[in-house]
């Protein structure tokens, strides 16, 4: 991917790790789309049209022209593309600083070079003045890019950003909960470099290891705190020699729970990760639970193996510890288990919310029920259910059957004048290819792109490249528990650092577990922080970079259900939308 700088004069604030530095540019990506460049830009939380408007010196017009769902209004996270050609020689001298600005705004008013590596955490007992000092730096430097310190202020915890003239070998090892020189993929990482590896022989792993957030707690006075503490239970075969590719994905996993760990560290109570090795075993899992600092958790990460998971829900149950189940989809534990967490909506009810969620982004457009005469049929359940709400809503719909290839003499019922949504029962590749040309060519035939589009299923999502540009073509919206979007300044900021604390890329797996790993580290950690502080359970809505998390609970079910559901729209233009379905 190229990288372009599209420099606005304004002033805007950047919070960076939380802290406050006043930028005088930002630097937009650029992203090669139908062989054009295009510069992109997230949309901030609270941000509005009118904002971003004067923020980028365009008016609405030519932002809804390029990105039409803005017309609707602004979504946080959503990714929006403007033409180079239409903002290079823009500027602006718009004062709104209502917004922060994304991450990837790089020069001060001061000019000095700060990149997100560059940070250090603030111990207990640690001095502007030695910070400097250990960075060989200046602290008319440090001041300018932490203004918080003026205040005399220096919190244990805080993260505090770094000119880029700072000693990166000193950086790397404040920054890293890990040092990146210990890159192997099977190895459990403690949360603090200090921290002793466990007995090695009943599945103990790490810990338990204190990270202490809101600074100022003293050893002694460590058991009278509001101490938060998290077991996680995941079989990473340690004890085998070349751990295979399911314990390497767990491992990943753990990485990233550790980097959520991390990032909330100047904001979270005091937490005690423990983390034990189940090493895929029932026996193990019972060992485990034995141990007496489990009786301690308000909180249990589970694998996913039925009966491991079956005794540590059984557990919970028994000793009200809640269970999060992330692993094991299909599992139904949850249905008289009060203490269990569904990290993954259940099939039926992500059937309905996408059925739902379909009616009311297409209310215009007549339902196109696509069928094989002769092919797969595996989505039948689902379209079977949006055909029964469709005609409990009076919603157009009509059905239309096909051998072999889908071609355009079954399509000749269609009137030119309507709009039509197509919607396949099957959501097999194969299947996918026996209909996109047809519809393509349909499409074509239409005065309007937009009265042809396509609904489809979520293992679409793992197609190549090839039917990826033909979704684009189709205007495809898909449904999906997840979903991420590598090209997003979230996701590849995340994929940087992973990469700067542990040595090693991202594995490629879809979900990818790294993300998984941080999104669900982040959501746990703030929800137990907003449950300790509110008397809440478990009232935190999160839309991380790949997961969203929205516990609720459902009636006649004794345990919490996360409902949400990503609708993933492929734009002709090559946008990827996501959004969370309401």
Not at 246 to 274: C, H, I, N, W
Request: proline content about 5%; charged content about 25%; aromatic content about 10%.
């Amino acid at each position: 991917m190229n990288c372009r700088k599209h420099i606005l004069k304004f002033v805007a604030g950047l919070f960076l790790f939380g802290v406050p530095v006043w930028m005088s540019a930002i630097e937009l990506p650029i992203k090669k789309i139908n062989g054009e460049d295009y510069y992109y830009y997230e949309v901030q939380p609270k941000e509005t049209v009118f904002g971003l408007c004067r923020r980028l010196n365009l008016t609405k017009a030519e932002i809804v022209k390029h990105n039409p769902s803005v017309a609707d209004g602004l979504r946080a996270g959503a990714l929006l593309y403007f033409p180079v050609e239409l903002l290079d020689g823009k500027g602006t001298d718009a004062s709104d600083t209502g917004n922060a600005m994304p991450a990837y705004a790089q020069e001060s008013t001061r000019h000095i070079p700060v990149s997100r590596a560059s940070s250090h955490h603030v111990k207990k007992g640690e001095t502007v003045y030695g910070i400097c000092r250990h960075y060989g730096i200046s602290e008319e430097d440090l001041l300018a890019l932490n203004p918080s310190l003026k205040s005399g202020s220096l919190r244990s915890g805080t993260i505090l950003l770094l000119p880029d003239g700072a000693s990166p070998e000193a950086v790397e090892s404040e920054n890293a909960t890990v040092p990146a020189t210990e890159p192997e993929q099977n190895r459990i990482l403690p949360v603090e470099p200090t921290a002793t590896y466990g007995d090695g022989g009943n599945g103990y792993v790490t810990g338990p290891t204190t990270v202490d957030f809101t600074a100022d707690v003293d050893a002694d006075e460590e058991e009278e705190a509001d101490t938060l503490r998290v077991s996680v239970m995941l079989p990473f075969m340690l004890a085998q020699e070349h751990p295979d590719k399911q314990a390497q994905f767990y491992t990943e996993f753990y990485k990233g729970f550790l980097m959520a760990v991390d990032s909330l560290r100047s904001e979270s109570l005091p937490l005690v990760v423990d983390v034990y090795d189940t090493s895929n075993s029932l026996d193990t899992v019972k060992s485990i639970l034995m141990r007496p600092e489990l009786l301690k958790s308000d909180l249990i990460v589970a694998p996913d193996g039925d009966n491991q998971l079956g005794a540590i829900a059984s557990f919970g149950k028994t000793n009200k510890i809640n269970v999060m189940n992330i692993f094991a989809v299909k599992s139904t534990d949850y249905v008289s288990n009060p203490y269990i967490l569904q990290s993954n909506i259940p099939h039926s009810d992500m059937y309905d919310r996408a059925v739902e969620g379909l009616l009311e982004e297409f209310p215009e457009h007549t339902l196109v029920l696509l069928s094989s005469l002769d092919g797969k049929s595996d989505k039948q359940e689902f379209v079977s259910r949006l055909k029964f709400k469709a005609e409990q809503e009076g919603h157009p719909y009509v059905e239309i059957s096909y051998h072999g290839y889908l071609k355009g003499s079954d399509l000749e019922s269609l009137s030119s004048d309507k709009q039509y949504l197509f919607v396949p029962a099957s959501g097999a590749h194969s299947e996918f290819n026996h209909i996109a040309g047809t519809l393509k060519m349909f499409k074509e035939s239409r005065d309007d792109y937009n009265k042809a589009l396509l609904f489809g299923y979520p293992e679409w999502i793992t197609f190549p490249e090839e039917s990826i540009e033909n979704m684009q073509f189709l205007n495809s919206t898909i449904y999906s528990r997840f979903f991420n979007d590598d090209s997003s300044l979230r996701s590849k900021d995340f994929a940087r650092n992973f990469q700067k604390w542990y040595g090693t890329p991202l594995l490629n797996a879809i979900p990818v577990q790294g993300i998984l790993g941080f999104d669900s580290g982040f959501y746990i950690i703030k929800a137990l922080n907003d449950n300790a502080r509110s008397g809440r359970e478990f009232d935190y809505d999160y839309d991380g970079i790949q997961s969203s998390f929205n516990f609720v609970s459902p009636l006649n079910i004794a345990g919490k259900v996360n409902n949400s559901l990503y609708f993933i729209s492929f734009r002709p233009s090559g946008i990827v939308d996501k959004h969370i379905v309401e």
